[in-house]
């Protein structure tokens, strides 16, 4: 009997070491910060755009109604600093609904007055802030809804992403464009292999996506989605100093990663389907 229980001791040691190997590479980030890397994200890339918000601009609008020309820089400015103030609410309590809510709305009013303010980025992180204010009031289930959400979302946004590259025009143009200028030599391969490499890098992506759905697979999902954010940003804001106003959503998103990528448990643990009908309750 004792050399059952030292058996079983020992085996239990194994597995709490080989867990905690697994934890140790991916910091542990409860749901708040998925709130937190909404605000502050949204914040930086408005910051970033500043014209595109409240002006001064060189391009039109595109309103979804007309307003008369005094009032729309007043209501811009207006609906900015409402969006600002429960922003910055959001990063001290960032399970407030009553500010994600308010973000929703200065944001919705925004877009509203433009169309053109209705970029990726923008509403990916519209849509979290959108799950925080509808949420329940308790904590515990707030947060793993939140989670379910937010893994759905990344889930989608890499599966399409990846999707919407696999063609020949992403190697030979789009890939080019982003490595040749770190690489001249790139631009000299033959047009085979880096439209192969394009297509490889696509697929890959698409399938961060699907394996972020699942269990077994959603750790080492989360890490590659991690390492591909951080390698994106050293390459846009280090070696080309391009398009800032991405470089706080690639932040986010390897933020929003971490968050989902520790095993759910308990009333949080989901499978795709689960977690869709975490986005309906």
Known sequence: MADAHAEVEAHAGVEARGELGRRAWIPRLDARWCARAAALGLLAGALLSLPLWIGPRAFPRAP??????????????SLAALLAAALVALLVAPRARAAAALACIALAGLWALDQTRLQPWAYLYGLVLLRVAI????????????????????????????????????????????????WPGF?????????????AIAASESAIGLALLFERTRRVAA????????????VLALGLGWNAVVWPWNAAMALFAACVA???RGAARTSPVAALRCTRS
């Open 135 to 182: 949420a329940k009031r308790d904590a515990a289930v707030a947060d793993a809804e939140l989670l379910a959400f937010v893994r759905l979302l990344l889930a989608c946004t890499y599966f399409w992403s990846g999707l919407q590259k696999l063609h020949v025009l992403f190697g030979a143009v789009g890939l080019t464009a982003l490595i040749a200028p770190l």
């Open 262 to 264: 520790a095993p759910a």
């Open 187 to 199: 631009a000299e391969l033959p047009d085979g292999a880096r439209i192969a490499l394009g297509c």
């Open 64 to 77: 979804l109604f007309e307003l008369s020309a005094p009032a729309v820089p007043l209501a811009e400015r």
């Open 223 to 234: 890490g590659l989605a991690i390492a591909m954010h951080a390698l994106l940003l050293l």
